[in-house]
């Protein structure tokens, strides 16, 4: 079964730093671009970060560029958003996704792992 | 940036008639289109990308069309179980990809 797993979220003060991952499986994930999505309470999805298959190629939305850095381990499936100088507004359930090959749309997602930052 | 407008914000339908959303886009994004349905408490779950290609296992009720800006979600006969959040994505101008604020669809 084809499976993405978030981790590491938490509540964390403002300023701090968290470091969430993605475990994926059924799939041969170093084929695969990744990305994050987030969604703070009651709002729509933001798009957080974009990685190619090899990890060449990085991009960030402008809300997150200097404070979050993606990366992935194809050896150990892994997806990876290194978080830091969090605000209050990077409060958000954040998900990963996977793009299938066919299109940059998002075709299977995590459950999701809830950030809060807060004091 | 192109910014996604989808309308309405709410749409109240009665189980077995037709839903119909729009997505707009501030400038063409061709067919680089998807459309996700999210549930509460849910993750949000692909439906249509290409502006009208099913999904995987996405039932034939639902119909996306359009490109350029303009762009349409159909549910043909509504299901209690369509009932949710539909989002629209584009991903044909990016970084960033953008998404519509969303249009809930709840029982009437």
């Known amino acids: 079964e084809v499976q993405l797993e978030e981790s590491g979220g938490g509540l964390v003060q403002p300023g701090g730093s968290l470091r969430l991952s993605c475990a994926a499986s059924?799939?041969?994930?170093?084929?695969?671009?990744m990305n994050w999505v987030r969604q703070a309470p009651g709002k729509g999805l933001e798009w957080v970060s974009y990685?190619?298959?090899?990890?060449?190629?990085?991009y960030y939305a402008d809300s997150v560029e200097g404070r979050f850095t993606i990366s992935r381990d194809n050896a150990k499936n892994l997806l990876h958003l290194q978080m830091n100088s969090l605000r209050a507004e990077d409060t958000a359930v954040y998900y990963c996704?996977?793009?299938?090959?066919?299109?940059?749309?998002?075709?299977?997602w995590g459950q999701g792992t809830t950030v809060t930052v807060s004091s | 940036e192109t910014v996604m407008t989808q309308s309405p914000a709410t749409l109240s339908v009665s189980p077995g008639e037709r839903a119909t959303l729009s997505c707009r886009a501030s400038?063409?994004?061709?067919?680089?289109l998807a459309w996700y349905q999210q549930k509460p408490g849910q993750a949000p779950r692909l439906l249509i990308y290409?502006?009208?290609t099913r999904a995987t296992g996405i039932p034939a009720r639902f119909r996306g069309s359009g490109s350029g800006t303009e762009f349409t979600l159909t549910i043909s006969s509504l299901q209690s179980e369509d009932f949710a959040v539909y989002y629209c994505?584009?991903?044909?101008?990016?970084?960033?990809?953008?998404f519509g604020q969303g249009t809930k669809v709840e029982i009437k």
């Open positions: 990685i190619s298959s090899s990890g060449s190629a990085i």
């Open positions: 059924g799939f041969t994930f170093s084929g695969h671009v």
């Open positions: 400038q063409s994004v061709s067919s680089d």
């Open positions: 994505q584009q991903y044909n101008n990016w970084p960033p990809m953008t």
């Open positions: 290409g502006a009208s």
């Open positions: 996704a996977r793009v299938p090959y066919i299109s940059y749309a998002m075709d299977v």
